[in-house]
C-alpha cells in the first residue's frame, strides 16, 4: 500500500507539473493578461495560495520545534521531516507570491531599501531570517548522516560528501554538539515563526479600509490555522513517506489528535468572529460576512471549507477511527485541502465589497469589477506549484537519510 501511496504521489505531482507547465509560459510571456484580478480586487488566488503555503510552513515548523525544543518524544519521527516540509512550503509560498507581483525581481529592494514603519518590510526581513534559520538547523539535524552516507562510492554517496561541506566527525562529541546547535536554532526559530506568520495576520489586520481584515485577532487566527494545517500535513506526509500506516501509525494517530484540537480552537476562533460581527452590525463586517455565507462564493464556504475540509474530516477525527492512522491520514489530507478554502474566504470576500457604492456599475470593463472568478491561467500556475511541491517531497524521500541515520541505504527516507 506504501508504494502504491508514492506512486500516486509521483504521477500527481508530474501531471500536475505538466498541467501548470502551459500557465507559467503565459504568465512569463504575457504578464497580468489572463489573470482575472482587476482594479476592485487586485489580490487573487496567488495572493491566498501564498499565505497558505506560508502557514504550511509555519506549522511544520511549529511543530519541528515540539521536537527540538520541548523534546516530545511522541513526535521523534517527524522532526527532520517537519523542518522539510518548512524548507518545501515556505519555497512554493514564494513561488506564488512571485506570480502575483507586477516586478517580482525587485524583490531585493525591500531587503535593501526597508521602510520599517511598514509591516510589510519586516515581514520580509522576517522572511530571510527564518528561511536561513530552518536552512541551518535542517543541515544540522542531517549532518551526521551526510558525512556516514559519503563514505560509498555510489553517486549519492558523492552528493552526501558535497553536502556535508567537508565535515568527517563522526564521534559522539560532535552528534552532542549537533544536538545543542540545534536546539538553540530551534529556540530562536518558535519566535521568530511566531512573529513572521502572525506578521502575515498582521498585514491585514492593520487594513483599516478593508471591515472584513482589520481587527486585533488576526494574527492569532494565522497563527492556529498555521498549526493545524501544518500538523495535518505532517500527518499525511509521514503516513506515506514514513511508512506511517504500519511502523509510525502511532505518531500519525498522536498527530491526528493534536490537528483535531488545533482544528477546533480554529473553528472556535472562527465561530467567535462571525457572531460578534453579525451582533455589532458594523456595515462594512456584515457585508464581508454575508459575501462569505451568501454571497457568490458560499460553496467555498459551505461546502469546500466547512463540508470538506472541517466536518467531514472532525467526524473521522472523533469517532473510533481516529485510532486507524489510514483514517487520520485521511482526516488530514481534506484538512490540508480545506484550509485553502480558508485562505480564499480571507482574501477574496475581504476585497469584494465596494467601497465606493456603484463604482463597478459606473465602469463597462472587466477589471473594474467585484465578481472575481479565478481564470483557468491562474488555476492552472497554482496546480503547478502544487506538483512541484509533490517532486519536491518524493526527491527528499529518495535522496535524504532516513531517522535511524542509516543514510548510506539504498532507500532512504525524510
Not at 18 to 35: Q, V
Request: hydrophobic residues 55%.
Amino acid at each position: 500500500m506504501a508504494k502504491n501511496l508514492k506512486l500516486i504521489f509521483w504521477v500527481a505531482g508530474i501531471a500536475a507539473i505538466a498541467a501548470g507547465s502551459w500557465a507559467w509560459y503565459d504568465r512569463i510571456a504575457h504578464g497580468h493578461d489572463n489573470a482575472n484580478y482587476g482594479n476592485l480586487v487586485p489580490w487573487g488566488l496567488w495572493v491566498a495560495a501564498y499565505i497558505y503555503f506560508i502557514g504550511l510552513s509555519a506549522g511544520s515548523f511549529l511543530v519541528s520545534s515540539l521536537v527540538y525544543v520541548f523534546r516530545v518524544k511522541q513526535f521523534e519521527q517527524v522532526g527532520r521531516l517537519a523542518l522539510y516540509s518548512a524548507v518545501v512550503t515556505l519555497l512554493l509560498a514564494l513561488l506564488s507570491i512571485a506570480a502575483d507581483l507586477g516586478h517580482s525581481f525587485r524583490a531585493w529592494h525591500v531587503l535593501v531599501y526597508p521602510n520599517f514603519i511598514s509591516p510589510m518590510a519586516w515581514m520580509i526581513w522576517l522572511y530571510t531570517a527564518y528561511f536561513v534559520l530552518i536552512l541551518l538547523e535542517l543541515w544540522f539535524v542531517l549532518r551526521h548522516d551526510f558525512v556516514v552516507g559519503g563514505r560509498g562510492t555510489s553517486g549519492r554517496a558523492s552528493l552526501y560528501r558535497i553536502l556535508a561541506l567537508g565535515n568527517h566527525d563522526t564521534s559522539e562529541a560532535a552528534r552532542a554538539a549537533d544536538t545543542r546547535v540545534v536546539r538553540v536554532l530551534a529556540t530562536i526559530g518558535v519566535p521568530l515563526a511566531i512573529m513572521f506568520h502572525g506578521g502575515v495576520g498582521s498585514l491585514f489586520g492593520v487594513v483599516s479600509a478593508r471591515p472584513g481584515w482589520h481587527g486585533g485577532l488576526f494574527p492569532i487566527l494565522f497563527l492556529v490555522s498555521a498549526l493545524a494545517s501544518g500538523g495535518a500535513l505532517l500527518a499525511l506526509i509521514s503516513a506515506i513517506f514514513q511508512d506511517g500506516l504500519r511502523r509510525n501509525r502511532d505518531t500519525v494517530v498522536a498527530l491526528g489528535t493534536l490537528v483535531l484540537g488545533l482544528v477546533l480552537l480554529d473553528l472556535l476562533f472562527m465561530l467567535s468572529e462571525t457572531l460578534t460581527g453579525f451582533y455589532g452590525n458594523a456595515q462594512g463586517q456584515v457585508q464581508n460576512l454575508k459575501l462569505i455565507y451568501a454571497g457568490p462564493y458560499w460553496w467555498v464556504f459551505w461546502i469546500w471549507q466547512l463540508g470538506v475540509g472541517t466536518l467531514l474530516p472532525l467526524a473521522i477525527l472523533v469517532l473510533p477511527t481516529r485510532r486507524d492512522a489510514r483514517f487520520v491520514a485521511i482526516a488530514c489530507g481534506l484538512i490540508v485541502i480545506g484550509f485553502l478554502a480558508v485562505r480564499l474566504n480571507i482574501v477574496i470576500p475581504g476585497l469584494a465589497s465596494e467601497q465606493v457604492v456603484g463604482i463597478s456599475a459606473a465602469f463597462e470593463s472587466a477589471r473594474v469589477t467585484t465578481d472575481y472568478v479565478p481564470s483557468v491561467m491562474e488555476w492552472l500556475f497554482t496546480t503547478g506549484i502544487v506538483g512541484l511541491g509533490l517532486i519536491a517531497f518524493g526527491i527528499g524521500e529518495w535522496l535524504l537519510p532516513n531517522h535511524e541515520g542509516t543514510a548510506a541505504e539504498e532507500v532512504s527516507r525524510v
